[in-house]
């Protein structure tokens, strides 16, 4: 609970609308408790008292009620209803929902045109129906203003549940004998709650305005008795000559509403762990640069030059060093192997280069990417875009969630050239099964017309190659292309790279965790732990005789076959949180080798030989290894 409202407290909107409401909804408690004065009893010769008279706050209306008296228990009436209704609706739309969307089939289908003809009518007409067939008073509104809502919510958890429905945990309750009403109370209930929990959050607003508006036209509560829509109602006639009788309700609607829809909001974000960040707006084009210092030069003179770089995901009151000073170089027709474990930066790195990494939450502290003698650091965002895709181009480890799902292949690549070249769509067509042909496609004409999941896992990602190559760029960025696919498709995939390589002249930065793919591929390789560069030289060098305790693990964890018998040695322990990296060398922990002198101070990536270096104070000695 104390995780959810932390998470809440980072909206601050959201917390203003938590202050609000939760101030209203003591207020509302505590009414019966208050010196108020009877809100039922008229007094006609002091009717349209004005604001802060003797006995009267707030004034009196018509019949010489005091407003206040009246504003807080008809506040307290409309809080009430439209929560009633709220949570009548949800459990309601909710159990229909899951129902449909579980059992599916005709069940589905008959449930779901009766919820789309109550959606067929306008909301309010349908209340005002309801409640001119069951006759004026609060509880017919009740009832009315639930019945309309009660669609909403079915619609949406019935979308939720269809897809929840068919997951393996179902399959495996199925499988182990639980009946549906188990299944459906033990495993879909608790993945939808979330969402009725924000659907009801963001909902229950609307409910207490259309209870109001049923009030307002005399449909919902009956005299004497007060609630803000009511009030409005009879104040009406007066709202030229008395305002204030108008203003006191329509101020208290006001802040209600805004106070829920904004807190709404906050639950939204807190409860969805897509939105886990509380920010209200989506990440910038570009990441934010915040940079502590002067841009470095240029280290090389190589086509793209990355100098110190630093990226840093800030959440709260914590600091992620994901990429903690990474230097790196690529010439023009190299293929350059970035390796590592899960979470040591490779990817942050990667996308660091042409300002992809997430704003909020990341940020680029330091360091400069140069690219063809420009720093892309810093750089407009209309520089930087006019280069992605164009000059520098990305293939992504999960096409399917690269490619958009509803659009054709060929229309994808067509949209990838016209974006940066003005063409006619046929020219770019011709270009777009060119494209395909080049990345070893069979019947590329014929698949321009076909939606990715028509795809195996291997096509869709020469689509994403092709897609790279559009519009010939100087170099491309490749984020584990082959991780998901088979070895046989993943040895084809790695040989359309080589030979394009070849042909165009590409420079290639490969970002694996598999020194096989590195060995077949690469030219040179770079080992990254806990966001820097732990050595780095020729691939044959590194994997003949790795320098780096680490590349050494790295490498002994790799089967081969025709070797013999070799133990496969585990690398120990797991590597560091990097908002708490420890002092000097941050595998010291893992390794065996590790002494003192390795915990006391920064350790620098220094030469050893020509072409290598490594960060380690007692490297390995060489020894020779079959590469």
Not at 254 to 276: E, H, Q, S, T, Y
Not at 316 to 327: E, L, P, S
Not at 433 to 457: D, F, H, Q, T
Not at 537 to 542: F, H, K
Request: aromatic share 4%; with cysteine; proline share 6%.
């Amino acid at each position: 609970m104390m995780a959810f409202f932390r998470l809440l407290a980072r909206n601050r909107l959201a917390l203003a609308g938590l202050v609000v409401i939760g101030i209203v909804v003591v207020l509302a408690l505590i009414t019966p408790l208050l010196p108020l004065a009877d809100p039922d009893v008229t007094d006609t010769p002091n009717r349209f008292q004005p604001m802060f008279s003797a006995g009267a706050l707030l004034g009196t209306d018509h019949l010489g009620r005091d407003l206040l008296s009246r504003l807080m228990w008809g506040t307290r009436l409309s809080l009430a209803m439209g929560f009633a209704a709220a949570v009548i609706a949800a459990v309601l739309g909710s159990a229909i929902g899951i129902i449909a969307g579980f059992y599916g089939g005709r069940t589905d289908n008959v449930i779901m045109r009766g919820v789309d003809m109550l959606m067929a009518f306008p909301y309010i007409l349908l209340a005002l129906a309801i409640v001119a067939a069951l006759g004026p008073g609060l509880m017919n509104a009740l009832i009315a203003v639930a019945a309309v809502n009660v669609p909403f919510f079915a619609r949406n958890i019935r979308g939720i549940t269809v897809g929840i429905a068919h997951k393996e945990f179902v399959d495996a309750a199925r499988l182990a004998g639980m009946r549906n009403r188990e299944i459906i109370l033990a495993e879909v209930l608790p993945n939808v709650l979330p969402v009725i929990v924000i659907a009801m959050s963001t909902t229950v607003g609307w409910m207490i305005l259309e209870t109001a508006g049923l009030s307002f036209l005399g449909l919902g509560s009956q005299p004497p008795q007060a609630d803000l829509g009511s009030m409005l109602g009879e104040a009406r006639s007066a709202l030229i000559t008395n305002p204030h009788t108008s203003i006191v309700p329509g101020a208290m609607i006001l802040v209600i509403v805004m106070g829920i829809n904004l807190l709404g909001d906050g639950v939204r974000d807190a409860l969805d762990p897509r939105l886990k960040s509380g920010a209200l707006s989506r990440p910038m084009p570009a990441t934010t640069v915040d940079r502590d210092g002067p841009a470095p030069a240029a280290r090389t003179d190589s086509l793209l030059d990355i100098a110190d770089l630093r990226t840093e995901f800030r959440v709260r009151n914590r600091v992620y060093k994901a990429v903690g000073g990474v230097d790196l170089h690529v010439e023009k027709g190299e293929c350059l192997g970035i390796i590592g474990e899960s979470g040591s930066g490779k990817s942050v790195t990667a996308l660091s280069v042409m300002g992809l990494v997430a704003s909020p939450p990341g940020v680029i502290t330091g360091g400069a990417v140069h690219f063809d003698g420009q720093d892309l650091v810093g750089a407009r965002y209309e520089v930087l875009r006019s280069l992605r895709g164009r000059r520098v181009a990305y293939i992504f480890q999960d096409p399917q969630a690269t490619l958009h799902p509803l659009y054709k292949a060929g229309d994808q690549l067509i949209e990838a050239i016209r974006t940066h070249e003005d063409v006619s769509r046929e020219a770019a067509h011709r270009r777009a099964i060119s494209l395909l042909k080049s990345v070893r496609i069979p019947n590329a004409e014929s698949r321009m017309e076909s939606y990715p999941y028509e795809m195996s896992g291997g096509m869709r990602q020469r689509v994403g190659i092709a897609m790279a190559l559009a519009n010939d760029p100087d170099v491309i960025i490749a984020d584990e292309p082959t991780t998901a696919l088979d070895v046989t498709v993943q040895a084809q995939i790695l040989s359309v790279l080589s030979d394009l390589r070849r042909e165009r002249g590409l420079a290639i930065i490969f970002i694996t965790h598999d020194f096989g793919v590195v060995g077949q591929l690469c030219d040179r390789v770079a080992v990254m732990y806990a966001g820097r560069i732990v050595e780095e030289g020729p691939t044959a060098a590194v994997l003949r005789s790795p320098q780096h305790p680490y590349t050494s693990r790295l490498i002994d964890c790799v089967p081969t076959l025709g070797g013999g018998q070799r133990r496969l040695a585990a690398i120990p322990g797991l590597p560091p949180v990097v908002d708490r990296l420890p002092h000097g060398c941050a595998f010291a922990d893992r390794c065996d080798k590790a002494q003192a002198e390795c915990r006391a101070g920064s350790i620098a990536l220094a030469p050893t030989e020509p072409a290598r270096k490594v960060r380690c104070l007692f490297p390995e000695v060489a020894k020779e290894r079959s590469a």
